[in-house]
């Protein structure tokens, strides 16, 4: 099984940010690559930046801070992660441009390296085909945000060996999360059982049975969620929960999984949720 010392993260966003402070903390070498070298900055002060408020907060002492952080480092040079045990890729959500990076990945990273995706819901065994070692990808899918959330989401698709399966649920465990095995399919366990619930909010607002509001206080005080179906929409981004639904109703053609027409209109118009400060609700 392979040993995992060294991990490469690629993308620097919020997701990508939350992947390298969990693993730098689980004490692996992290080098995260971003499209440009001020990005990957960013990401590297944001992430400071969190570790001072856990130092204020007495959550972690000065001497943890330092030692996180110099396990950190970022580049714009994918060449970077060439000699990395496990490289994991949570770029957009875009099937053509995620394999378009795992071609680039299978020349650059070392032969017995370890390739993985954080998506949500594509197809794994599309990345594995595309490189000379779908024996060694798998998805490694964490949830945001990475540091609070505790499940990650071990993807084995039919071309993964046990090796590899094996090595990514002994790294995500490694990394304090519940690490659960599951097969290839669209949504995978947590999305395919989560986005037709939150479709039919949608569709329930949209035929006039409560208020967004009140849907969303039902479901906090009926099902003790911690938030409501509108609130959690806005959270994730309506455009990603528009991508998640339409890849599972391709699979599945599920008519549960068919995005109703205010989201495909929201995104449409931009309002994608927190991100742009305007979804369901304002912000």
């Known amino acids: 099984m392979t040993e995992i010392k060294r991990v490469g993260v690629l993308g620097s966003g919020i997701m990508g940010s939350g992947l390298a402070e969990v693993m730098a903390r689980s004490g692996y070498e992290v080098v995260v690559r971003s499209r440009s070298q001020a990005s990957a900055d960013a990401m590297v002060a ?12 007495g959550k972690a002492t000065e001497d943890e801070k330092a030692a996180i952080l110099g396990r950190i480092s970022a580049t714009d040079h994918l060449g970077r992660v060439a000699d990395c ?7 957009v959500e875009d099937l053509a441009v995620k394999k378009a990076l795992f071609v680039e990945l299978e020349e650059i990273v070392k032969p017995e390296g370890i390739l993985a995706t954080n998506t949500s819901t594509l197809p794994v065994v599309e990345l594995a085909m595309v490189t000379k070692r779908p024996a060694q990808v798998c998805g490694i899918h964490f949830f945001n945000p990475a540091p609070a959330m505790k499940l990650v989401e071990v993807i084995r698709p039919i071309t993964a060996s046990d090796d590899t399966i094996a090595a990514a649920m002994a790294f995500a465990t490694s990394c304090g999360k519940d690490a659960v095995e599951v097969k290839d399919r669209a949504g995978f366990v947590v999305n395919a059982l989560l986005f037709p619930y939150l479709n039919n909010a949608v569709r329930m ?20 969620f911690p938030m409501g179906p509108f609130a959690l929409l806005d959270l994730v981004g309506l455009d990603t929960s528009l991508s998640i639904l339409d890849a599972l109703y391709a699979e599945f053609r599920d008519p549960n ?3 109703v027409p205010s989201l495909r209109r929201m995104v449409a118009a931009g309002h994608l949720g927190r991100k742009t400060k305007r979804g369901f609700y304002s912000y």
């Open 46 to 57: 944001s992430i400071d930046k969190g570790l001072t408020k856990a130092v204020e907060r």
């Open 85 to 91: 045990d496990l490289v994991i890729e949570s770029v």
């Open 205 to 224: 607002w949209e035929t006039g049975t409560a208020s967004m509001e009140d849907i969303d206080t039902a479901m906090k005080g009926g099902c003790n």
């Open 257 to 259: 999984y068919a995005a």
